[in-house]
């Protein structure tokens, strides 16, 4: 049986491209890696290319998912970071051995160890959200302004106006919505 798994929403930050592997947390939320195969796939859309991927670690790596998007949450609102996700991702990036490489064109690579296990993985994504909650690096952490999604997404707009996770997802329907709402304020105002 062809089974047809929730696409991946890849942005251009690693760490919350992962967080978005959840999405509509409060609404009818999807999940985007419901099986080990599908974090495996994940991974690799990544760059983060492993060899195997066991039912335990996708437990690990969901684990790791909500650490990152309750810290990440908390760092938006300026509150403080729940200690029980600040040791998760502490955790995981404690336990990788991936080591940044230099391409010959110039660009960084991941090399995972040479089991290129999860674990590995999974502590590149950790030091990826410890670098954008630490505020290292230029751009602003904020949380969509849809009411079913509060997804947290790294924005590096200029002047930091981005209201949405995403302009294809929530921002579009959100501008549905409003369109629909004008309309019928027009058919009640003639
Ligand atoms: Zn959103």
Redesign the pocket.
Known sequence: MHVEFPEFRLGSVLATSFTATL?ERHGNAVERIPTPRRLADWLTANDLAVETCTATELGLARDLRESIHAAATAAALQQALPASAVLVVNDCSARGRATAALTPEGNRVWELSSLGCVSDALSVIAADAISIIAGERDGKLAI???ES???V?FDISRGSTRR???MN??GNRQKKARFRANQRDKLLHV
Do not use: L, V
């Open positions: 999405t969509c302004a849809s999604c509060q997804a997404f949405w996770c995403d997802t929530c």
